[in-house]
């Protein structure tokens, strides 16, 4: 094992040097154990989802050497501080030892496959194999080829859908404690009302009598948002976006703040959901739920029939919501061309709005780039999943999102005129041409040249990558998102106004503004608009520069341990789907490697490896043509190139007792 495992568990000192004094050989990749490649997982959806690292370093096939690595090599010479943490994982398979009672030696073996296996010492080793536990690292001697641990706890049997929930939690730390006493001591009595003096305040406008609704996902008991719709006398329409009033609820140094600011997101399992803030402000207080009476805080625009606008406003104000409605039940009111109600010509006059909106990010670069966002049916009693499959977007999706979208840009324009130097905003970097290699060669093998110069000059290539294939192009956007950047929050005074880029929305600037009940950065920039509207002073933290940096850097990592989190709890699903429903089904090759492919398989969207040949075996090689991105076995007609169709067999598997993994195979 290469002992640079370790540097995952300290702060270290480098030593840089030279890579060109050194040469390199390198044959194409294949899939191996130590390789993230090697499990079914999903593929990403969004800027949020792209990977944790890309190296795209490769080598032509029998080159004698490869071209040196771009980035910086080095060596450690220090350690500054141990790093070491706890894991979940559980035991090598391994014999009970003869006679009982004494103590055993054992390997543990941690779910995160960047860190090495850790040495332990037990009594209780029966009690321990085949279960999920917590390994603490004490030690790593230099003559070791592991670290040694102890046992910390147990969390469950392996495969339990609840114990592998519980370690995903805690692999991407995220907050499940209970809310303290001290907390919920921050909450309005309930049940809460609205008061006379919340209607009487001169810094709240009273909407209730405005047609104002809400469109989200079915179920969805935090409601964020709302929307109205209102054509004015000179052929124009007055816009509204509702956002729930938390910061009403939710007091600068208050115990609910400091919580909050902590956890920094909800996080959303599949049927689960971990608040932000507790459950009476998610789903009582502060959500914008229908025939009840809510604190926001709106903006208003004056826009024309082609969606120009006219005029911006923001206010504190007084909603009562019309309706709750799903995106299913928004949309079927769209196309029903018999209903003509007030309510259903809001929503077409708001989407034929939203779509020239949308038809405007494009043309300036904005990107559209693939989703396989996977939905579950889920058991009312067992909470299992009955059926998989990928989440449908609508036009009614799009509108929403085009509304929030547009509200988040006015927000953050309107904050850093106020506040140049401490205004939260969100910026997704370029990629680098690094990151866009993958992307280039096999576009380049099948033909097609993307030119990748800017978001708009790759907008335009996307939407000219066709074929007779009508699922072509969605690969390609899904090859795309991959090569991405994470977008992040940060400082406005920390960065030049160049840096503050949204590279998928073309976006000059861009910040979140809309769901305060589930993200704290909505909380932080609230505070903002109140202040640059006098509705209220700028809390303390905003003159702290590098404190207000440390909740950006809080709110990046809560946040992509939510995404993960999110992440891992579908893949759990999906293998206990499978579990009991092996299936054979049409897969998309995505990548070429030198043993097998990576696959995407459409209906479930899944990706995962195809193994050509067992590993270890040199007996049946296969060529690898890196150009043309396509792998072919000697002597036959037989090979297989990227984007190719085929189909295969999904089917859980236990290579190892009691360690199911989801399986894919040619037919």
């Not at 599949?270 to 502060?286: A, F, N, S």
Request: glycine share 4%; aromatic share 6%; proline share 6%.
């Amino acid at each position: 094992m290469i002992r640079s495992h370790l540097l995952l568990m300290m702060m270290v000192c480098f030593s840089f040097f030279d890579a060109s004094h050194f040469s390199y050989l390198m044959d194409v990749s294949v899939i191996s154990e130590d390789d993230n490649e090697d499990d079914v997982r999903l593929v990403p959806n969004s800027a949020d989802d792209a990977p944790r690292n890309t190296n795209s370093t490769q080598s032509t096939v029998g080159s004698s050497a490869a071209s040196v690595p771009s980035r910086p090599v080095g060596r450690v010479v220090g350690i500054i501080k141990r790093n070491w943490n706890s894991y979940c994982g559980s035991l090598e398979p391994m014999p009970m030892p003869a006679g009982s009672g004494g103590v055993a030696h054992a390997l543990f073996v941690s779910k995160d496959r960047r860190i090495p296996k850790i040495r332990i010492q037990t009594r209780q080793l029966g009690n321990l194999l085949n279960k999920r536990i917590i390994v603490a690292v004490d030690s790593w001697d230099v003559m070791s080829r592991y670290p040694s641990g102890h046992y910390v706890r147990t969390i469950g049997d392996i495969g339990d859908k609840e114990t592998e929930t519980e370690v995903v939690l805690i692999e991407n730390d995220i907050n499940t404690r209970p809310f303290s006493t001290q907390v919920l001591a921050c909450l309005p009595p309930l049940p809460w009302t609205l008061s006379p003096e919340d209607v009487a305040n001169p810094n709240r406008q009273d909407l209730r009598h405005v047609r104002v609704f809400s469109v989200d996902p079915p179920g969805c008991r935090d409601i964020d948002d709302a929307l109205h719709c209102t054509p004015l006398p000179n052929g124009n329409f007055e816009v509204g976006v509702h956002i729930a009033d938390v910061t009403n609820f939710v007091h600068p140094g208050t115990p609910l703040d400091e919580e909050a600011s902590q956890r920094a997101t909800s996080v959303y399992l599949v049927g689960q959901r971990i608040d932000m803030l507790p459950k009476p402000l998610t789903e009582d207080v502060c959500s914008l739920r229908a025939d009840v009476e809510r604190l926001a805080f709106s903006v208003i625009w004056e826009m024309t029939p082609d969606a120009d606008i006219i005029s911006s406003r923001y206010t504190k104000s007084v909603i009562k919501s019309c309706a709750a409605m799903s995106y299913v039940e928004a949309q079927a009111r769209m196309d029903d061309s018999r209903l003509a109600d007030p309510l259903t010509v809001d929503l077409r006059n708001l989407n034929s709005l939203a779509k020239i909106m949308r038809n405007r990010r494009c043309e300036r670069g904005a990107l559209t780039l693939a989703s396989a966002e996977v939905k579950f049916e889920i058991d009312s009693e067992t909470h299992d999943p009955l059926d998989i499959g990928i989440y449908q977007i609508r036009e009614a999706n799009q509108m929403i999102e085009e509304f929030m979208l547009a509200a988040n840009v006015s927000v953050a324009e309107k904050i850093l005129q106020h506040y140049p130097l401490c205004s939260l905003l969100r910026r997704h970097p370029s990629p680098t041409k690094e990151m866009l290699e993958p992307l280039l060669r096999t576009a380049s093998s099948v033909g097609l040249n993307l030119d990748v110069s800017s978001s708009k000059a790759l907008a335009e290539s996307l939407d000219n990558a066709k074929r007779d294939d009508p699922y072509f192009n969605k690969l390609i956007r899904i090859l795309a998102t991959r090569c991405m950047t994470q977008a992040v929050y940060f400082c406005s005074g920390d960065l030049s106004l160049s840096e503050y880029y949204h590279y998928g929305l073309a976006s000059a600037l861009y910040t979140h503004f809309t769901s305060p009940i589930r993200r704290y950065a909505d909380v932080v920039v609230h505070r903002l608009l109140a202040a640059a509207l006098d509705i209220a002073k700028l809390p303390p933290v905003f003159q702290d520069g590098p404190q207000l940096t440390g909740i950006a850097d809080n709110l990046n990592y809560r946040h992509r341990n939510a995404q993960m989190a999110s992440r891992a709890s579908v893949e759990l699903h999906t293998l206990i789907y499978f579990r009991t429903r092996p299936v054979d089904t049409e897969a998309r090759i995505v990548k070429i490697k030198a043993n097998g492919f990576i696959v995407f398989v459409p209906k479930f969207g899944i990706e995962g490896p195809i193994y050509l040949m067992a590993k270890g075996d040199k007996g049946a090689d296969w060529v690898v043509d890196e150009v043309h991105q396509k792998v072919t076995k000697p002597g036959t007609n037989i090979s297989y190139a990227v984007l190719q169709s085929v189909m295969i067999h999904m089917e859980v598997v236990e290579p190892q007792p009691h360690r199911p993994k989801l399986q894919l195979t040619l037919i």
